[in-house]
Structure formats: C-alpha cells, structure tokens
C-alpha cells in the first residue's frame, strides 16, 4: 500500500504533512516532484528575491525528482515540466495518486498520467470561485472542464469552506469530500506566550517602536495583487491621533517597494519599516512584536496562509474578503475582521473596529483556538480518510 503525491517542487506547507501521513496514519508516501528548485535555491519573481527556504523539507517520506537545478532543471514552477512523470510512476507502484490542482500545466499532465495509470486519483487543491473574475465564455469552458475533471477522482478534498462550496456548486456529491484543512508548519516558529515574553518588548526596542505604538504587519509578497499600498493609503485615512499611534511594518520584498516607501512619506506620513524577506524560522519575533496582521489582497488570493501564522502567535488579523481563509478562520470582533475588496475607507474603519482585540490576552486564545482546527495532523487525517476509502486494507 502507499500513496504517490505529484506536485510541481517541495513546498513548506505541503511536506510537513506527507511526513505526518506516513509517521501516524502508516501510509507509505512517494512525492513526486518536478524540480528541487525550492531547496536548491531559486529567483521569486514576486518576490524579487533569491532565496531557499530553510526547514526541512525532504525527511519522513520518499522523493523522486523528474529534474534538479544543479543538472539545469527549472528555477520556477511555470518551467517544471512532467518529462519522465510517466516512469516515476511505473516505479513508485502506488495504490492511489494524489494531485494538486490544475494550474499550472504540471498538474493537468499529471492527472492524465495518473489515469493512464489506472489508479484511483485524490485531488486536493486551491478550489475556489472567488480568486478570478472571468467571462462567460471562459467560465463556461471551465465549468465543463472541471465538471469532467472531478467525475474521474476518486475523492476530492476541500482544504476550506469556499472550497468546499465550489464542489457543491459544480454538483460533487458529499460522500466524494473530505476535508483537509490548508495549514502551516509550526515547528520553525516560536508561537506561544512565553515566546511571546521574550521576544515582543526586544523587537519593538530594536525597530525604535514605543509601547503605546501599534504595529501593523504585513508578511508577503510587495506586489499589486496582495494590495500593500491599500494598508498605507487606509492609514493615512485614520484621525491624526490614531494614525499617529501606527507603524507599519513589510515583511517581504518585491516591485511595489520604492513605490511604497514614496507613499509613506507623502502627507500624512506613515510610519514604515521594510524588513525584506524573511524566512520561515524568523518571523515569530516580528509576529509577537506586532498588534495586528494585515493581508489586504485585492485579486489571487485562494487561501492566505499568513492568515494561519499570525493566528498560532495570537495575533488577529484584518483581511479583504478577496482572501479564500476569510470564511474559516477570520471571524469579526473575535479574531480580527473583513474588509470590502479594494476599499481604503473599509480597512480604515477595520483597523478602528480591530484595536481593542490588540489589548486583550482572551483574544489570543481566541485566535489560537480558531486555527486549531487547520492543523498538519488534521490535514494528514483527511487525507488518510480519503485514501483508506478507496484502498482496500490488506
């Protein structure tokens, strides 16, 4: 029995459960990867950074890559190709094969490599509506590609709740979902209240930030579909002795920073901190440090995961309702709260409405309990569910 995983490269929100699938549920794992470009090394265009990450990403489980950097194999996921797929396959001799999606290229070749195959097929990927506006003409195309894509799996996992409401829509009858929650790895953070103790009052002494400041953070991509320019602009919105209470803190890299720190020192000012991209390992310092978290993507955002980190160090968050984890895990005056699409004016009276959870300890608990739910282990379990319904046990 084992199950063989297809998926583009190593990533840090995916590894960490093929480890936990085959340590506790006893269900051997294959990955298949395109390439190792992400612990070889590699240029993120969004990004405009070179960086590999630094957790562990290959333990606990078998691999096979169809190509390597080092052998001139692709630096991102747009050049992975499934050359060599077919054979990976024929040599893992697995039970059930599990896909990730449908964009990009990789993943539609993968699904018909495994049909040729003959196995059954898992499919868990970022299903939603709401990411993409489309015409009717590429809506309907994709209405019925989708409609026959999900047919042919065995078992589809919804990894949220507007995941889940997309398969209702396309007609996936319930006994086919499993959910398995998206989650983060928690192991390279220090996320609990003793951590907390240590590292708040240090790090807002190191970023110069006064104890009656509020610091808002923002972890991701400085690009214009996660709307960084929004925060700033909304900001400057508030009454002067609120704004002036605020700092910004940018966690991350990317095309939209010279054009940020420009509108941050346009009347009124705003108080920024570009701290570049940070790896995985160092960010509880600046998430414990921080007041607020703030992921104001306007377009693309299929889940959020930066949503989960802040959640696990007790840090609510206020997020555009263009984020797909909103519905799970973003729930108003209780762990943060959800602002229009697009609106300066909405995030601005979300940051009013979000400032009193900043001074509570319950509202820490609150946060932890609310992603308690979207965890590795959780995640590991639906897709040992999914697997054990259409395996038979020897």
């Known amino acids: 029995m084992s199950l063989a995983i297809v998926e583009t490269h190593p990533v840090p929100y995916h590894a960490p459960v093929y480890r936990e699938l085959q340590k506790s549920w006893g269900i051997p794992v294959t990955a298949i990867y395109g390439s190792d470009f992400s612990v070889a090394g590699y240029r993120d265009r969004e990004f405009g950074a070179t960086f590999a990450w630094d957790t562990d990403l290959l333990s606990g489980y078998s691999s096979i890559f169809l190509d390597r950097v080092v052998d001139g194999g692709a630096g991102s996921d747009a050049e992975v190709t499934t050359h060599?797929?077919?054979?990976?396959?024929?040599?893992?001799?697995?039970?059930?094969?599990?896909?990730?999606?449908?964009?990009?290229?990789?993943?539609?070749?993968?699904?018909?490599?495994?049909?040729?195959?003959?196995?059954?097929?898992?499919?868990?990927?970022?299903?939603?509506?709401?990411?993409?506006?489309?015409?009717?003409?590429?809506?309907?195309?994709?209405?019925k590609a989708l409609r026959w894509l999900y047919q042919r799996c065995a078992k589809l996992l919804y990894v949220g709740q507007r995941s889940l409401e997309h398969y209702r829509r396309y007609g996936c009858p319930a006994d086919k979902l499993v959910f398995s929650p998206y989650?983060?790895?928690?192991?390279?953070?220090?996320?609990?209240?003793?951590?907390?103790?240590?590292?708040?009052?240090?790090?807002?002494?190191?970023?110069?930030?006064?104890?009656?400041?509020?610091?808002?953070?923002?972890?991701?991509?400085?690009?214009?579909?996660?709307?960084?320019?929004?925060?700033?602009?909304a900001i400057k919105q508030?009454?002067?002795?609120t704004r002036d209470r605020m700092v910004v803190v940018f966690l991350g890299s990317g095309e939209l920073q010279q054009a940020l720190q420009a509108l941050a020192k346009?009347?009124?000012?705003?108080?920024?901190?570009?701290?570049?991209?940070?790896?995985?390992?160092?960010?509880?310092?600046?998430?414990?440090?921080?007041?607020?978290?703030?992921?104001?993507?306007?377009?693309?955002?299929?889940?959020?995961?930066?949503?989960?980190?802040?959640?696990?160090?007790?840090?609510?968050?206020?997020?555009?309702?263009?984020?797909?984890?909103?519905?799970?895990?973003?729930?108003?005056?209780?762990?943060?709260?959800?602002?229009?699409?697009?609106s300066e004016a909405s995030l601005a009276d979300a940051i009013v409405k979000a400032l009193p959870l900043t001074e509570s300890n319950e509202v820490r608990v609150k946060c932890r309990e609310?992603?308690?739910?979207?965890?590795i282990e959780k995640a590991a379990e639906g897709i040992a569910r999914a697997y054990s319904a259409v395996v038979p046990r020897t």
């Open 183 to 233: 989650c983060v790895d928690v192991t390279p953070f220090q996320y609990d209240e003793a951590a907390r103790g240590r590292f708040r009052a240090a790090t807002r002494s190191t970023l110069g930030v006064r104890g009656d400041k509020k610091v808002i953070v923002f972890s991701g991509k400085l690009s214009m579909r996660k709307g960084p320019d929004l925060l700033l602009r």
């Open 84 to 143: 060599g797929l077919r054979e990976a396959l024929r040599r893992a001799k697995p039970d059930a094969v599990m896909v990730l999606g449908y964009n990009p290229r990789f993943h539609r070749q993968a699904f018909f490599s495994a049909r040729r195959l003959g196995c059954p097929i898992l499919f868990r990927g970022e299903t939603t509506d709401h990411a993409q506006s489309r015409g009717a003409l590429k809506s309907w195309a994709r209405e």
């Open 370 to 375: 609310k992603v308690g739910g979207y965890t």
């Open 238 to 241: 508030l009454p002067a002795e």
């Open 266 to 342: 346009q009347s009124p000012a705003v108080s920024v901190h570009f701290l570049g991209f940070q790896n995985q390992t160092q960010l509880s310092p600046y998430y414990h440090a921080a007041d607020l978290l703030a992921l104001p993507s306007v377009v693309s955002e299929t889940w959020g995961l930066v949503v989960n980190d802040a959640l696990h160090h007790g840090l609510p968050c206020l997020v555009s309702t263009a984020v797909g984890c909103a519905p799970d895990l973003v729930e108003s005056g209780v762990t943060g709260e959800v602002f229009a699409t697009g």
